[in-house]
């Protein structure tokens, strides 16, 4: 039994610092700088694919280091979604503040080796009205300048839908 509980404690989350010494390195403002195209599936929480999209982002910096992407998304069932994200340097080394129209409050971005992790609560419609769902994203950048993207959305703790992304620089 306790070889049991050891081994069931021992694999723990995702953690940023497993990424250490992974490569290629995500440069933030290098990576989302100019257009890339993204292809993406939303799952529902039992795992079940409701919607696919497809997106076209363009970032851009200013002299002070802030950063702009544009995102642009046309999911399977006719919609259309712009969020536009702000990325402001932070005092720490290799993360950014990020805001959005539909962001509640501020996402920590924080990068690593060749992953970048975000962590924000979004705003979503739902029935007449929203809610917030806490999103985490892990953006892994593959040799070939691919980045894998997958998501997990909850609420009061408990995972209610995922994304699966994969984003290709232009």
């Known amino acids: 039994v306790l070889f049991i509980v050891l081994l069931f404690t021992g694999c723990g989350a995702m953690k940023l610092e497993d990424f250490k010494n992974t490569g290629p390195k995500?440069?933030?403002?290098?990576?989302?700088?100019?257009?890339?195209?993204?292809?993406?599936?939303?799952?529902d929480r039992s795992g079940?694919?409701?919607?696919?999209?497809?997106?076209?982002?363009?970032?851009?910096?200013?002299?002070?280091?802030?950063?702009?992407l544009d995102e642009y998304f046309?999911?399977?069932?006719?919609?259309?979604?712009?969020?536009?994200?702000?990325?402001?340097?932070?005092?720490?080394?290799?993360?950014?503040?990020?805001?959005?129209?539909?962001i509640v409050g501020q996402g920590i971005l924080k990068s690593n080796g060749n992953t970048v992790m975000i962590d924000y609560t979004m705003e979503v419609p739902y029935n007449d009205s929203t809610i917030n769902i806490d999103v985490k994203d892990w953006l892994?950048?593959?040799?070939?300048g691919v980045i894998i993207n997958h998501s997990k959305m909850k609420k009061f703790g408990f995972t209610v839908g995922e994304?699966?992304?994969?984003?290709i620089k232009q």
């Open 26 to 43: 995500f440069v933030v403002k290098d990576y989302f700088n100019g257009e890339l195209k993204a292809y993406g599936l939303v799952k």
């Open 74 to 102: 046309v999911y399977n069932n006719g919609e259309k979604q712009r969020r536009v994200w702000t990325l402001i340097p932070s005092k720490n080394k290799n993360e950014y503040i990020g805001t959005a129209s539909d």
């Open 140 to 144: 892994h950048l593959q040799e070939d």
């Open 48 to 68: 079940k694919i409701i919607k696919s999209f497809k997106a076209k982002m363009i970032g851009s910096w200013d002299e002070d280091g802030v950063g702009t």
């Open 163 to 167: 994304l699966v992304i994969t984003i």
